[in-house]
């Protein structure tokens, strides 16, 4: 593909388009709820209300509100607020047991091609996370999962949260490149419109079942990006590598 | 080792420890300055003498003279004063020649065990730089010669140059871990000593020709450092790789 001329390095979001976040979570919460005696709750409908809580959580840091802080933290303090919620006290629950639970975001399994196709994709490009999820999260996760990253970049390297342009902005300057000599994977159009933005390249993959079988959004491409493939598989193959 | 049960990450000084920045600058080196006209000028003498300068220039970002300035810049800094001390006007030079040779911090080779002990030390632990190079340029260096870090950190990601001991503490930090389940792997006493002070474990590894063929410095430990090998398969083999 010409247009992938003279792009260098390719950076992924993570959540949903690399690893499947609902699955995972749901697999880790539901042994945790039977364990304090709360298995009238849906694991899967506690992975979303838990990821409900992600855009406003980084939106206090992304308005000033709040200094940048690390998504491990912030996803710490959702999971406390959702047990209370759910009328789960935390302090009952004690440190290590939430610490656990907290850390199932490490251990989220890839799509079933992801990591073929990313070691495909490697031959050719620097490829890296561009992640809201923090440096230790990222690197346990792929260090489990055998993710061959290059580098682990995103919101904690640049110091700012997707879709800030700074958080695409500064990948760019710290890989040493252009803008638009990277490009985002994603399968997530919003993410795609931010990156393009700040003249990124674009490759949408489609993940029609990252909120489960009734997923309503993402399930195509909304604007005419660089390219359009249905996995990492495929990306590879369009790409030559 | 027993000691080594509870370390999690091993992270490593770079230029000297995993490469040989002398003999790689000088291989770089001597084409240019020859089609330059000044084969005069040895080459190692101006690697010496170009890396001289590295430990000055990052005084001025330690001291809080200068903000945290990556070390690409630094070392395109460092390459023009050098070249006008040799009586060579870089503007006579260009733009594309003083980036490329500036570069070939980036194509350094790593001593001849290194890639091979490094595989084997992942096995068992994270393994990342913690160099005071920056993010692309140990990036690039890895992809072009294979070395397969986990993630790379180091000086752009503490935002702090070694051996301040952000440098090391935010490295654990970033990490996830106590500074005691983190490694510092280096060839320089220096290193190790300002990484110990943080709490961190300690590991000497000899480079003695770093330097060249006279070096007298760092040819053994000067501490009871927790262990000490003379290369990364030694190393390997004493921490059950």
Redesign the interface.
Known sequence: MAAFDSVKALVFDVFGTVVDWREGIAREAAPFLARHGRSDIDPHAFADAWRKRYQPAMEACRSGRRPFTRL?VLHRENLEDLLREYGMDPAGIGEAALDDLNRAWHRLDPWPEAVAGLARLKRRF?IAPLSNG???L???M??RAGIP?????GA??AQAYKPQPEAYLRTAE???IRPAELCLVAAHNGDLRAARQCGLMTAFVTRPTEHGPNQATDLKPEEPWDVVAKDFQDLAGQLGC
Chains 1, 2 share one sequence.
Request: proline residues 0%; negative net charge; hydrophobic residues 65%.
């Open positions: 491990d620097i923090n440096i230790a990222m690197l346990n792929a260090k990253w290059d580098a682990i970049l904690e390297v710290v890989l040493g």
